[in-house]
Structure formats: C-alpha cells, structure tokens
C-alpha cells in the first residue's frame, strides 16, 4: 500500500505530464501552495531552462522555484496563463474546492483567475461529497475578526483564529469548523460580501478545470460533474 507521500509523488509526475505542452519557450505558468505542489514544484524545476517561468501562489512557493531556477514573475506583469497547477484540502464531485491550508488561499484564487485552465492535484482522501469537514479558512483583516466569527457562529460554525499564523498580505486566518456546505458558490459569495474578508477558501466560482486524483490503483483524470 503506498503512502500519502508516495501518492502525493505520483499525482505530482501525472501533472508534470499532463502540462508538459505548456513547458515551452516564452510560456508562463501558475503554481500552487501545499506540500502536493511542494513535489509538484521539486519534479518542475529540471525543466526550468524550457519555459519562462512561473507566477508563485505564496513567498515560500517562490522561494521554492527561484531555488530550483525557474524565474519567478509577478502577476501584474503576466495577462494570461496556460495553466495553473495546485492542491487542495477537499474537492467535490464538480471539482469545487476548500483551499487554505497553507494560509494562501488569496493569492491562490487570484492565479487561478487569471490561468485559462486550473488543474488540481490531490490523492484520493481528498475527495468529498460535501464540502465541509475541513475548516474553511477565512482571510480577514484584523479589526474584523470578532464580527467575522460572530456571522460565522450564526450560520452554524465553529470559527477560531489560527493561532501564530500570518497571511503574506499581512492578515490573519478565520477557520469555521463545522459547516457542511450544500451551496459552495453562494456561501463563497456570501463570506466575499462580509466587511473585512479579504477572501474565503471555497473555490467554486474557480473550480477546477480537471482534477488529477492518486489512490493505491494510480492516478485517475477527472472531470467536472453536477452535483
């Protein structure tokens, strides 16, 4: 039976291959946070010298890639993307998405906006039917916390303030534990609305283009389906 890691490894080699088109002269593309994208990023870097470079999700992402020598752009100077390439903590059957884990969840959906398809890798535990189980993390500037977690309480969850963490653009972390989603997109939209989020990790209105999912047996492409 292989491991998480090992499933995260192959998962990472099946999105090398499923993008490896995109690798070419004068090509950009976006990559993810998280430790699937961490060997998603460690299996990217020989290739560096045959595409441009990449738009990172996070500092420690660029971090990871200036390390391996791909050249490293800021968004405002890219207009489109072939293709972004991340994890996430849950996905359902229509390949919408809880993301945050790693505290980037802003940066991430606003990478994804901009690549013309989101390929989201993960292994198979990540799978739900409902989305929910994982805490739902919240970007929230700081003075907005208590009235945030206030809304939070009163559409049935449980919110805490992740402790000693700080978002790269200077925020902090909301995670409602507790909440079983029926309606990703209108709860996404509904936490967007509130004064002071920043951003929620529901990825729905930015699902995912295709997901590529590792279980013992290898690694499944799939595709979007109404649920």
Not at 29 to 48: H, K, N, Q
Not at 92 to 99: D, E, G, V
Request: proline fraction near 5%.
């Amino acid at each position: 039976m292989p491991t998480q890691q090992q499933l995260k490894q192959a998962v990472a080699q099946a999105a090398i291959d499923y993008i490896r088109p995109h690798l070419v002269p004068g090509s950009i593309i976006g990559v993810g946070t998280g430790s699937t994208a961490d060997c998603f990023i460690d299996l990217l870097t020989p290739f560096a010298g045959q595409f441009a470079g990449a738009v990172a999700s996070s500092e420690r992402t660029a971090q990871r890639l200036m390390q391996g020598g791909v050249k490293v752009f800021n968004l405002n100077d890219v207009e489109t993307m072939p293709v972004y390439v991340d994890g996430a903590d849950e996905i359902n059957p229509a390949l919408q998405m809880i993301k945050g884990g790693g505290g980037a969840l802003t940066r991430e959906k606003i990478v994804a906006s901009v690549a013309r398809e989101f390929v989201c890798i993960v292994d198979a535990s990540k799978q739900v039917d409902v989305l929910g189980a994982f805490a739902l993390p919240v970007e929230v500037l700081p003075m907005a916390v208590a009235s945030v977690m206030r809304f939070a309480r009163g559409i049935g969850g449980n919110p805490a303030v992740r402790e000693g963490f700080v978002t790269d653009n200077g925020n902090v972390i909301v995670d409602i534990a507790g909440l079983s989603i029926a309606d990703p997109a209108q709860l996404e939209c509904t936490l967007n609305q509130l004064p002071g989020v920043v951003t929620n990790g529901i990825f729905a209105r930015h699902s995912a283009s295709v997901a590529l999912v590792a279980d013992p047996q290898g690694v499944r492409k799939l595709m979007a389906r109404t649920v």
